[in-house]
């Protein structure tokens, strides 16, 4: 008599575990594939030697998940809109870096993730003296939300602090839009 119940419980488990493969799959609703691109503005503040500037900078990003909660992706961009303080002017030039996200995949359109990983900024600040430009890279980290649009879109807000050394910062918060393949 037990073997026909053990039987008949493990025979009915298995649609269950089928079901909660296919339901498992289904809980990371943020973007359509694991690769994907994207382009965000990043209204940038940068910190050095006692001035204070915002500049915005436009840039690109490809990555891929490896898993719906951790993926790897690469960004470069270049500077849009220059600020001027005492006479100088200063601007982004580029960046560009490599970064790891780990991401709160769930049901609901938004996914928050935190990001971090290396980037190379190029700032420079013009006078009537002549042009300096600082050619650095730094530990970089941030922490966004993607808000899915589409299954192959999703809007993100984000905010980074892209370098932090020598008495120099330069931090940013960005909008964007991600396309999904």
Request: aromatic content about 12%; proline content about 3%.
């Amino acid at each position: 008599m037990k073997k026909p119940i053990a039987l008949m419980l493990g025979l009915s488990a298995v649609p269950l575990m089928a079901f909660s493969q296919s339901a498992s799959a289904d809980v990371y609703k943020s973007g359509g594939g694991a690769l994907y691109a994207g382009l965000n503005y990043s209204f940038i503040n940068i910190e050095s030697d006692g001035d204070d500037v915002d500049v915005g900078t436009l840039s690109a990003k490809v990555g891929g998940l490896v898993t719906p909660f951790f993926g790897l992706e690469a960004r470069g961009g270049f500077g849009v809109d220059d600020d001027r303080t005492g006479g100088v002017d200063y601007s982004l030039d580029n960046f560009f870096g490599g970064y790891a996200t780990l991401n709160l995949a769930n049901e609901s359109p938004a996914t928050p993730y935190v990001i971090f990983g290396v980037t190379r900024v190029e700032v420079e600040a013009e006078s009537f003296l002549g042009t300096t430009t600082e050619d650095e890279s730094d530990f970089s980290y941030g922490a966004g939300v993607n808000v899915e649009l589409s299954p192959e879109v999703s809007g993100n807000v984000e905010y980074m602090r892209y370098y932090d050394k020598n008495g120099s910062t330069v931090d940013g918060l960005g909008l964007g839009v991600t396309f999904y393949f």
